[in-house]
């Protein structure tokens, strides 16, 4: 079975600081990772994905993740916070079925 | 181009009450779920179709029927409706390949029904 961890519920960055955002997966053989961002009252954005190659997959909104296979991780990143980020964000992990993570919550303070 | 369209927004029943979920995409997509979300606990697959005709339930079916006898629709059944259902639900949508060919589809989510059982 395909597991997601994201070990922060919350987390707190001041606007124009580097962020990053944690998920851990577990699966058999190779894994399809997935960031996913949420506004309130809003459905879930598809953010960036990986599948294979670079490590450092570039998405939407200026966010990027790094894969880490011997880490096991997926961890989401920014160089610049805004406050306009705040929101949920949910990793996921493939093949098939997506499954989610419990999700984080950012807030960028001015 | 609509997306993933789900009605209604927002309902509220009560237990024993039965009421149905409505989905529906115009993107032609092979793959269609349902999702619900809590507080604390993520979204949960509660029932899957990869085409029409198909389905098979996921990590929470209890309590929910689906079908799919069109590609565009998969409406989500609730047939005798309890409090524990009270959530957030989720259409979710995707290709069942991605352009690479690969099974790394993403999904395309709708807005959300939030549903309350009193």
């Known amino acids: 079975a395909q597991s997601v961890a994201q070990p922060e519920d919350q987390v707190n960055v001041a606007e124009g600081n580097p962020l990053t955002v944690k998920c851990t997966y577990s699966?058999?053989?190779?894994?399809?990772l997935f960031w996913y961002v949420q506004y309130p009252n809003r459905g879930l954005q598809f953010l960036l994905k990986?599948?294979?190659?670079?490590?450092l997959v570039k998405g939407s909104y200026g966010f990027e993740a790094e894969f880490n296979k011997s880490q096991t991780s997926f961890h989401l990143k920014k160089p610049s916070a805004l406050v306009s980020d705040s929101a949920l964000y949910f990793c996921?992990?493939?093949?098939?079925?997506?499954?989610f993570g419990d999700g984080t919550t950012l807030t960028v303070k001015p | 181009n609509a997306g993933v369209t789900q009605t209604p927004k927002f309902q509220v029943l009560k237990t024993g009450q039965s009421m149905t979920l409505q989905c529906a995409q115009d993107?032609?997509?092979?793959?269609m779920s349902w999702y619900r979300q809590d507080p604390g606990m993520g979204l949960r697959l509660i029932h899957y179709?990869?085409?029409?005709?198909?389905?098979d339930q996921g990590e929470v079916p209890n309590g929910y029927n689906v079908s799919r006898s069109t590609t565009e629709d998969f409406p989500l059944r609730l047939l005798s409706a309890a409090p524990s259902q009270t959530s957030v639900y989720f259409c979710?949508?995707?290709?069942?390949?991605?352009?690479?060919?690969?099974?790394?589809?993403?999904?395309?989510f709708g807005a959300g029904s939030r549903l309350t059982v009193l």
């Open positions: 179709s990869v085409g029409a005709g198909i389905t």
């Open positions: 996921a992990v493939g093949p098939g079925k997506s499954t």
């Open positions: 993107m032609n997509h092979e793959y």
């Open positions: 699966v058999s053989g190779n894994p399809y």
């Open positions: 979710a949508s995707s290709y069942s390949r991605d352009r690479e060919g690969s099974g790394a589809n993403v999904l395309t």
């Open positions: 990986y599948i294979t190659g670079d490590n």
